[in-house]
């Protein structure tokens, strides 16, 4: 005797469709890496954005970076004067070669030996450090 028996779907977690949003779909890529110019992206929906190399390698998402920007936020929160106290002087960071991954982001190799960061267009597109966004970012806080 057949009986349907239902199989406990587990939501496939991590496996998400990416959701078309025109907003984070790039129309025109454009990495100048032998000029050092930066990253310029036009939007699908024509919003257009520039990216200086030193200001995405601050912004790398990779995992050593976001562990290294905790720690010194953390440091910032325990005292102002030992965040200060920290006279670490870094040459500003340029790309020595860009690739494009699959459809969706970018990974660049930083002149000082970075090459971990992926930039996927989604992330571009929520660090774009033109004032509307940062204005849209910063009003959503409060
Ligand atoms: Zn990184
Ligand atoms: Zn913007």
Redesign the pocket.
Known sequence: MLQRQEQGLTAAEGAMPIPIDSRKKPATVKVHVTSGAGVDITWSDGHASHYDFAYL?EE???????D?RIRKSAMASAGPASAAALPMFKPKARAQAATTVGNYAIQITFTDG?A??IFSYDHLRSICPCPDCAKAFRAAGG
């Open positions: 390698r790398c998402p990779c995992a050593t970076c976001n290294e970075h971990t960061g």
